[in-house]
């Protein structure tokens, strides 16, 4: 059968899975729409938070960006899971113990003040919307690869689809899905990552394959330096960024995966605070599997790529080189027209261009796979993409229905009439994000690190002040955020978008790229809070005693409507 | 009450201590040095940065839920007996 007809099948059958689980598992009230009724167990919650996670940039790009930086591509290994020992050990058990349903309501409740809930909700629709529209993007590039439909239609199919089982499932819905997403996306992972792994090294653990030799008894990192040095590249286990600034960037993604209020609002969905820390272990354990086998797939598909083109004749390129010449995601301009592929640094010198996402879509098809593992891959990238986006809008729809609507806007409306403002805020959102998966502004990428930024320079202090030091006042939560924010705004806006007089990489702050400046920015945030509280008056009674309350796990409520 | 929070800290900052080391420390800080050292194909440092602190990750969370499971249960804050 070919590609096509084996994507269409697999894709089928996936999504009918999808449907039928959101049917079985539909929310009847504002319980299980925002925290799918409380009683998800620890280990169907650290599936769903893996898949909630797992995007499609770590599906899809990470590998490619790793095989491509080398050592570099390291932050977003560490970074991206690191994240989670935080999460575990500083916020997770405290806020499942606190018992609500949003971020925005434990920043709005623990600093007893409406200005301080509306800084908390901005930030999470803004992370949250620059988010999915990437998410969409994926959906729609997937879509229109593999099953030659425009991106128009794919996006549009992707919306159907999520707006099906988010709308009418909640949490509750989307929860379970993403349990079949995350089987899906990691089978679809490492079947291919696992015959690439014994075609190149014999081993059958991509992990282990990872440090193995070829068939020569040279092992692939020393071959693959070798070849780098040869083409002129950086190292592959040295990678080109300074040692601040792969350290900061790394800080800055930690702490922004701790803080982004989609992954924090899935440990509220367990039954009690031990529940939350376990279910935090088994998100790190499933996301584990998929990122120590990136970085093995990463190598194995760069050192494939170079012994494949460099120095070969044009004419005698496999099939797949041509395939993806014609969607534009290769190039190959014969500069000193000798027929014969020139893949070098030097830019003057280079020959081709290879666009980073192909590492992993092409992968399969540069090892000779069978057409069943290719599709395979087209449904697992689709998983990840839609996993991710469902969960980014329940953190939409709850910001709009329960924190503006129910806590500031119009606090009598009756629950059903809540739940009604939720499914349509998720409509809306739906709508928007499809939007701008369509037509993608060109700085989604640069504002997807700019999403970090801001939960490390937001969320993450203000959390974790409002745990860990129970003289933690407004004032100081308060004027801590929108310093955080506005500096790490003003840097970001400056070195990307050339506002404020704009700069170039070398008038970056001690050498510190945009992406790494969240740490500076969220330092500013611990040292503004800490100062402000200081010389403020000191928190009231009852919310110290919150405070001491949510430090011990006895006596969990379940997550209610207070 | 003072006591078990007091352990709490403690672990914490035992846990986070290891956690800086096998990432910051050991995958950035210390990389080149590391990297003298081989094991198999992989330069040490190169391994902690992009396999080895990740599964220090997955073992410091389950410690801790061990470490708090037991700590509960001494200062009689188990849930399932309450709930």
């Not at chain 1, 991106?151 to 929860?175: E, N, Q, R």
């Not at chain 1, 693959?224 to 960024?241: I, R, V, W």
């Not at chain 1, 605070?273 to 354990?285: E, M, N, Q």
Request: glycine share 10%; proline share 3%.
């Amino acid at each position: 059968m070919s590609i096509q007809t084996w994507t269409w099948i697999l894709v089928g059958i996936t999504f009918s899975l999808y449907i039928g689980i959101a049917i079985w598992s539909r929310a009847k009230s504002t319980n299980d729409f925002y925290v799918a009724g409380g009683g998800v167990s620890p280990l169907a919650n650290g599936l769903a938070t893996a898949a909630d996670w797992m995007s499609a940039a770590s599906f899809i790009s990470m590998a490619g960006i790793i095989s491509f930086g080398g050592y570099d591509g390291s932050v977003y290994l560490m970074g991206w899971t690191g994240g989670y020992v935080l999460l575990a050990l500083l916020l997770a058990p405290y806020l499942r113990k606190f018992g609500k349903f949003t971020v925005p309501d434990f920043i709005g409740d623990r600093y007893y003040s409406n200005t301080a809930r509306s800084v908390a909700v901005f930030c999470a629709l803004l992370v949250s919307f620059t988010y999915v529209a990437g998410q969409m993007q994926g959906v729609g590039i997937v879509f229109s690869r593999f099953l030659e439909v425009d991106i128009t239609t794919g996006v549009i199919i992707g919306m159907v689809i999520v707006l099906f089982y988010a709308v009418l499932g909640g949490m509750k819905g989307i929860t379970y899905t993403q349990v079949a997403q995350y089987c899906v996306l990691i089978f679809a992972f490492m079947v291919p990552a696992i015959f690439i792994s014994i075609q190149m090294t014999g081993n059958p653990i991509p992990q282990l394959g990872f440090g193995g030799a070829d068939e020569a008894g040279v092992y692939l990192l020393d071959k693959l330096d070798g070849l780098h040095s040869e083409l002129g590249f950086a190292e592959y286990t040295s990678g080109s960024k300074s040692t601040l600034d792969v350290f900061m960037i790394t800080a800055a993604l930690m702490v922004g995966t701790a803080g982004l209020p989609h992954v924090i609002v899935r440990f509220f969905t367990v039954k009690k605070v031990a529940d939350a820390r376990k279910s935090a272990g088994w998100a790190l354990f499933f996301i584990a599997i998929l990122y120590t086998t990136a970085p093995a797939v990463a190598l194995f598909s760069r050192t494939n790529l170079i012994e494949t083109v460099s120095n070969k004749k044009y004419d005698d390129m496999p099939e797949w080189f041509t395939k993806w010449e014609t969607t534009g995601l290769i190039t190959f301009n014969d500069k000193n027209h000798d027929g014969i592929i020139q893949y070098v640094d030097d830019h003057e010198m280079n020959e081709l261009d290879v666009n980073r996402d192909i590492m992993v879509l092409a992968n399969p098809e540069i090892s000779g796979l069978p057409n069943w593992i290719i599709a395979l891959v087209a449904a697992g990238g689709l998983a990840a993409a839609l996993s991710t986006a469902a969960g980014l809008l329940l953190v939409i729809s709850s910001s709009v229905s329960h924190d503006l609507i129910k806590k500031m806007i119009k606090p009598s409306i009756s629950e059903k009439g809540e739940l009604v403002a939720a499914r349509v805020s998720a409509v809306v959102a739906v709508c928007v994000a499809g939007y701008f998966g369509i037509n993608p502004p060109g700085f989604v990428a640069a504002v997807v690190a700019l999403a970090f930024g801001l939960a490390a320079a937001s969320f993450f202090p203000a959390i974790v002040l409002g745990i860990f030091y129970k003289k933690m006042n407004k004032e100081g939560a308060i004027a801590g955020m929108v310093v955080g924010i506005l500096l790490m705004l003003f840097y970001m806006t400056k070195f990307k978008f050339d506002w404020f007089g704009g700069g170039t990489k070398d008038d970056w702050w001690y050498g510190i790229s945009p992406e790494g400046f969240g740490t500076i920015a969220m330092i500013v945030n611990f040292i503004v809070a800490i100062s402000v509280s200081k010389f403020t008056a000191d928190p009231p009674k009852e919310v110290q005693e919150i405070v001491e309350n949510i430090r011990v796990p006895s006596g969990v409520g379940e997550a209610q409507n207070h | 009450m003072k006591s078990y929070w007091k352990t709490n800290l403690k672990y914490l900052m035992i846990l986070l201590i290891i956690w800086f080391l096998v990432s910051f420390g050991a995958g950035i800080l210390f990389r080149e040095e590391l990297d003298a050292i081989r094991i198999g194909g992989f330069k040490l440092g190169f391994w902690f940065a992009q396999q080895g602190s990740i599964y220090v990750f997955v073992i410091l969370i389950f410690v801790y839920v061990r470490l708090m499971n037991k700590l509960d249960q001494k200062h009689g804050f188990n849930e399932d007996q309450e709930l």
